[in-house]
C-alpha cells in the first residue's frame, strides 16, 4: 500500500514536472514570437552614398540609443555596427536565366529578391515598425510585401519618383504616369530596361502598394501632390522635410578654412556637390562640364565633390565622395557659391547643407527646391534648368554682387535653414510618427 501511495505522489509530481516545463517553454516561444514594440528596422539600398542614404543612416544613428534598431542595406560601405548588409543567397542557375528574362522585359522591379533572406532574419522578425527609404536597383520586389511585412506597421519616405512609375526613378518632365505609364518615351533612364512594359508593372504596383497602406513621407509638397495623384487611395500621406545638422553645416571665417584647405584667399570659388560629379547627367553634370571648359571663366575655381576622375583643366579641383561632415562643411564655407543645375530633384540636401554654411546657391527651378529658396533673397532659381546659357549668365552676374548683397543673401539662407530645415526639426517630426506606429 505504501509503494502504491509513493508511485501515485511521484506520477503526480512527474506530470506536474512536466506541464511546468511545457508551460515554460510556451512562455519562451510565446514572447519570442511576439513583436518587439520598439524594435524598427530601417531599409535602404546603401549606407552612404546620396541623400537617401544619408538620411536613412543619421535617422538610424539618431533613434538607435532609444530603440532597438538596425539598418538594412543591399550593399554595406560603413563600418558601422548597427549596419547590416542582407545577406542574400545566389541565384540557382534557372533562377538567373529567370531574372535577366525579366529585366530584358522590362520587369526589372520585380527581380529583386535579396530582400527575402530578411523572412530568416530574427530581428527583423520581431520588429513592430519597418522604414523604408530607397530600394530600387534588383533590390526590393513589390511582390515581396505582403510576406514580409504582415503584422508591421510601414514607413515608407521617398526620395525620388520611382514609386509613381512604371520604369523611372526620374520622370524629367514626363506626365505619362499620370495615366498609368505605357509607350515609354525614354527606356535608357535608370533603371534602364530593354521592353517596354511600364503599363503593367505600374499596375501591379500601385496594386500592392495600396494594399500595404504605408505611412508615405514625402520630403517636399512638390512630391507629395504627386503621390496624391498617383494613389488617391492612400490614406497616410505627409510631408517632412529633409534635415541638416546646423551644429555642424554653420558659416565659418573664409580666409581660415581656405587657409585650411589650401586654397587661393582672392580667387572666387564655385561648388558642385552630386555622387559621381560631373558624369551625373541627373544633377546636370553636362551644363557644370561647360561652364568649367568656359574660357570666361578661367580665373574661377571649381571645386566638385562626389566624383572620382582627374580633371583636365588647371581650374577645377576634384574630391571623391565625402563622409566626414566636417570635412564637408569646409568645403561649403570656403566657397563663394554653389551652382546647382540639377535635371531631377526632390528636396536636396546639398543645397540645405551649402544655405546652412551660409553660401549662397544657384539653383534649378525645378521638384521641391522652390520650397527652400526664394528667388533672389536666400538664393536663385534658374527657370531654363537644360540651358547653359542661362546658367552661365547667373554665374556671371553672381560673381559682380558686392559684398553687402552677398551677406544679406547668406544671412536669409542660414536662418532659413536653421528655422525649417535642421536635423532637429526633421527628427522630432519622425520621432512622432515612430511613437504613434509602436502604439498602433
Known amino acids: 500500500m505504501k509503494a502504491l501511495i509513493i508511485k501515485f505522489f511521484t506520477f503526480v509530481i512527474t506530470r506536474n514536472f512536466i506541464f511546468f516545463l511545457n508551460f515554460l517553454r510556451f512562455r519562451i516561444r510565446f514572447h519570442e514570437s511576439v513583436k518587439k514594440p520598439n524594435q524598427i528596422s530601417i531599409i535602404n539600398t546603401f549606407d552612404l552614398g546620396g541623400g537617401a542614404a544619408k538620411i536613412a543612416r543619421d535617422l538610424a544613428n539618431n533613434f538607435r540609443s532609444s530603440n532597438s534598431l538596425r539598418l538594412y542595406v543591399k550593399t554595406k560601405k560603413s563600418k558601422h555596427d548597427w549596419v547590416f548588409e542582407i545577406q542574400s543567397k545566389p541565384y540557382t542557375f534557372l533562377e538567373e536565366i529567370l531574372r535577366r528574362e525579366a529585366v530584358r522585359k522590362g520587369w526589372v ?20 515598425v519597418v522604414h523604408l527609404h530607397n530600394l530600387h536597383g534588383e533590390f526590393f520586389s513589390p511582390s515581396l510585401f505582403k510576406s514580409l511585412f504582415k503584422g508591421k506597421k510601414v514607413i515608407w519616405t521617398l526620395h525620388d519618383e520611382s514609386l509613381i512609375t512604371g520604369h523611372c526613378s526620374c520622370t524629367l518632365g514626363c506626365d505619362r504616369w499620370q495615366i498609368g505609364c505605357g509607350s515609354c518615351p525614354d527606356l535608357t533612364i535608370y533603371p534602364s530596361i530593354q521592353f517596354d512594359n511600364t503599363k503593367d508593372v505600374l499596375h501591379y504596383k500601385k496594386k500592392w502598394i495600396t494594399e500595404l497602406q504605408p505611412i508615405v513621407v514625402c520630403p517636399s509638397h512638390w512630391l507629395a501632390n504627386r503621390v496624391r495623384i498617383a494613389y488617391p487611395a492612400l490614406k497616410n500621406i505627409t510631408v517632412i522635410p529633409n534635415g541638416v545638422d546646423t551644429d555642424i553645416f554653420q558659416p565659418k ?80 564655407a570656403a566657397c563663394d557659391v ?103
Not at 117 to 128: G, H, K, N, T, Y
Open 253 to 332: 571665417e573664409k580666409a581660415k578654412v581656405r587657409a585650411l584647405l589650401g586654397f587661393p584667399d582672392k580667387k572666387k570659388i564655385v561648388l558642385f556637390v552630386a555622387e559621381f560629379a560631373t558624369q551625373n547627367p541627373f544633377k546636370g553634370g553636362a551644363i557644370l562640364r561647360e561652364i568649367i571648359s568656359d574660357s570666361t571663366f578661367s580665373d574661377v575655381i571649381f571645386v566638385t565633390v562626389g566624383g572620382s576622375h582627374e580633371s583636365t583643366y588647371h581650374n577645377h579641383i576634384c574630391y571623391p565622395y565625402i563622409e566626414d561632415e566636417n570635412e564637408l562643411a569646409n568645403l561649403y
Open 109 to 128: 522591379e520585380f527581380t529583386g529578391f535579396h530582400a527575402k533572406c530578411l523572412l530568416e532574419d530574427p530581428f527583423f522578425q520581431e520588429s513592430s
Open 338 to 440: 554653389l551652382l546647382y543645375p540639377t535635371q531631377a530633384d526632390n528636396l536636396p540636401l546639398v543645397v540645405l547643407e551649402s544655405m546652412a554654411c551660409g553660401t549662397p546657391v544657384i539653383a534649378s527651378k525645378i521638384g521641391g527646391i522652390p520650397e527652400i529658396i526664394s528667388h533672389q533673397q536666400d538664393g536663385f532659381l534658374v527657370d531654363e534648368s537644360t540651358d547653359f546659357k542661362v546658367f552661365r549668365r547667373w554665374l556671371l552676374d553672381f560673381l559682380l554682387l558686392n559684398l553687402h548683397e552677398l551677406y544679406y543673401v547668406n544671412q536669409l539662407a542660414r536662418i532659413k535653414v536653421e528655422k525649417f530645415f535642421s536635423k532637429k526639426v526633421s527628427h522630432e517630426l519622425y520621432k512622432k510618427i515612430y511613437n504613434e506606429s509602436i502604439k498602433k
